[in-house]
């Protein structure tokens, strides 16, 4: 069974819910990795489009670096402008209305390496040249686990990065340029994030994936001492008034469910029960207008589908006001990102 496959998702349809709910999708990948043993090898514009036209109404969304494109010679640390050269491009044909009425990549977040301290000035210039109406900040992942065997993702692997005087000194000048920092790291660390968002407060931070929760390999059988780890870091980086949170990629296998090796996919009724408990507790401390639903595809898009996932989503999150809900789905995302609609 090739799980994480369209036609295994097929195996389970919803009708869409509430689908007059404006979203803006603020985290979602484009590449095409020809030699990658993924899922989902190539993930581009048509194959995004036929998510976001699956029935539910996304104004907008928010592309994140995925270390896809990069320029094949030059400078090193000017290679990742390609990324953000090719994904401009992506944005102007979604902007022709061809794909459907979603604007995606109406933001546009790529990456620079911090570790180049004020040095990396003229490498955010050229991203902003790149994309002059999209550009809105960076992601540098900080992932760094003391146990070999956790899967590391990290451009530059490191204990201890978010401390170094080098990323600091970089994450300033990202600040002055009025530019925003992705944190993905791994909950552990979520002390060392809110370290640096106090040494940092006029940097806007938005915390990926729930704080990078590990139920797996050296994390399996230990929910009671990991969420408590996790429920303190995230009490912590909440308490940071520069940071954000982006709910969403829960679906990894790390997080420790089984979704993406069922035979049948998951509902999005039984998907709200189990992510409630994790959501609840980020808008618990973050409140709605620092709180984002995110996909993270198509990462997530190996646990169940995108319709299936704002179904979701839409459940959990019936108990919250009207307004609390549209920041949750929209408002918050759009601002942070300054996305016009």
């Known amino acids: 069974m090739p799980f994480g ?6 195996l389970t349809r919803e009708q869409t819910l509430e689908p007059e709910i404006p979203i803006c999708d603020p985290h979602h990948h484009f590449w095409d990795f020809r030699t990658a043993r993924l899922p989902y090898q190539r993930y581009l514009l048509h194959e995004l489009s036929a998510d976001l036209n699956s029935g539910h109404n996304v104004k907008s969304t928010v592309f994140i670096e995925c270390r896809s494109m990069y320029r094949e010679d030059g400078p090193e640390e ?36 911090l570790n180049l301290g004020d040095a ?14 999209r550009f809105r900040g960076i992601r540098h992942s900080v992932t760094w686990d003391r146990h070999p065997e956790v899967e590391n993702t990290s451009a530059h692997y490191m204990e201890g ?44 931070i938005i915390l990926n994936h729930i704080g990078g929760l590990l139920r797996t390999g050296p994390y399996a059988g230990r929910d009671d001492e990991v969420l408590a780890t996790w429920r303190s870091g995230i009490a912590a980086v909440a308490a940071c008034p520069n940071v954000n949170v982006k709910l969403g990629g829960i679906g990894m296998p790390r997080t420790g469910f089984d979704w993406h090796a069922r035979n049948e996919p998951i509902g999005s009724e039984e998907l709200a029960g189990s992510m409630a408990p994790f959501m609840d507790y980020c808008i618990e401390k973050f409140g709605p207008d ?52």
């Open 290 to 341: 620092r709180s984002m639903f995110e996909s993270n595809y198509p990462v997530d898009k190996v646990s169940f589908s995108y319709n299936v996932m704002y179904n979701a989503f839409k459940r959990m999150s019936r108990g919250y006001s009207a307004t609390e809900r549209a920041a949750l789905f929209h408002d918050t995302a759009t601002r942070v990102y300054r996305i016009a609609s």
């Open 5 to 10: 496959g369209n036609d295994w998702l097929a």
């Open 120 to 133: 990396v000035e003229p490498v955010l210039e050229a991203l902003q040249t790149a994309s002059p109406n």
């Open 78 to 113: 000017m290679r990742p402008v390609g990324e953000v050269e090719f994904v401009q491009g992506l944005a102007a044909a979604s902007a022709s209305g061809v794909y459907g009425p979603s604007r995606a990549a109406a933001a546009i977040v790529g990456h620079a390496n």
């Open 161 to 204: 990065l978010l401390s170094s005087d080098n990323f600091r000194a970089g994450a300033r000048v990202l600040a002055r340029m009025g530019l925003s920092l992705e944190g993905w790291l791994y909950f552990p660390q979520l002390p060392e994030l809110a370290d640096f968002a106090r040494a940092v407060p006029e940097l806007t």
